[in-house]
């Protein structure tokens, strides 16, 4: 990974930093998201982030929930002190990524077809996300033949072995249909106090739920609305592709899944919505 000197993880030149945002109980919806950088970004997008929080005179780790409850560590700010200090990181994360994903699973959906009577704590919509973020990095990989190889650096959580499960799935399968095995990279844990962009991350699983239930970005936050759009403004385009996973497709997957290998039906059958914006 970019923020490691193992020359275990130094192999891939491009890197997907994913948090995830509304996965506790009794929420309805699930968001996984975050930024693509090569080297060169993620080097100048530590240093840019870092300079920012300077700025604002933030010392603690950005978690966007510590801005919306009462007793969270950033309740203090105005709603002009989080606009200016939204807009500065927002900066720092469109000009410093080559893209950025995150995908949607509802509860009901996911429910459905992967019930908890058979799945207990084995699978959630959490690792279901995962995977639509590794498809979408994949179909940008079909449209654009320089795309590296994709490694994947995952915020920790309580359960990290579902993404493992999650990340070893993709590559068997991609490997058994001969089609993109190759372009998933190794995946590994770590905190958003140590890694900036997972902090981004955090900021951009968030932004793309809040869009999802229709929650108007107001009272400072206006700047992270556009962390949804598939084109960024200014001089550079920073692609964003979200994909909210409909019913069919969810059912769809959930198919591939339960399916044996090494002939299941091909992903790239299921037939993807990205958000327009």
């Known amino acids: 990974m970019h923020h490691s000197n193992d020359p275990l993880r130094r192999s891939f030149p491009a890197a997907c930093y994913l948090d995830d945002s509304g996965t506790h109980e009794n929420s309805r919806l699930a968001v ?5 950088m090569v080297k060169e970004q993620f080097t100048a997008f530590h240093l840019g982030w870092d300079t920012v929080l300077s700025r604002h005179e933030i010392t603690e780790t950005i978690h966007m929930r510590e801005f919306t409850k009462p007793e969270g560590k950033f309740a ?4 002009d002190q989080r606009r200016a200090l939204f807009s500065d990181l927002v900066h ?9 994903v995150s995908a949607s699973v509802l509860e009901q959906d996911f ?8 799945f207990k704590r084995l699978f959630g919509p959490a690792p279901l996300a995962f995977i639509w973020c590794i498809v979408i990095n994949l179909t940008l990989a079909e449209n654009a033949p320089s795309m590296p190889k994709v490694s994947y650096l995952v915020a920790e959580s309580d359960n ?3 993404m493992l499960e999650a990340h070893a799935f993709m590559r068997d399968y991609a490997e058994s249909r001969e089609d993109g095995g190759e372009l998933i990279g190794s995946i590994a844990f770590d905190t958003p106090a140590n890694v900036y962009a ?9 932004s793309n739920r809040r869009k999802q239930l229709k929650i108007p970005f107001d009272r400072g936050f206006e700047p992270l609305e556009r962390l949804t759009r598939h084109v960024g ?6 692609l964003h592709l979200h994909l909210a996973a409909t019913r069919e497709s969810t059912r769809e997957l959930a198919g591939i899944i339960n399916a044996e ?8 059958t299921i037939k993807l919505t990205f958000e327009s914006s």
């Open 32 to 36: 996984i998201g975050g930024p693509v």
């Open 76 to 79: 203090y700010l105005t709603e």
């Open 92 to 100: 720092e994360i469109k000009q410093n990524t080559a893209n950025s």
């Open 111 to 118: 429910e459905e077809f992967f019930p908890r009577a058979k």
């Open 160 to 162: 990290p072995a579902q």
């Open 198 to 206: 997972l902090q981004a991350a955090d900021m951009i699983a968030w």
């Open 233 to 238: 403004t200014g001089n550079r385009k920073s």
């Open 261 to 268: 290998f090494p002939n299941p039906p091909k992903i790239g």
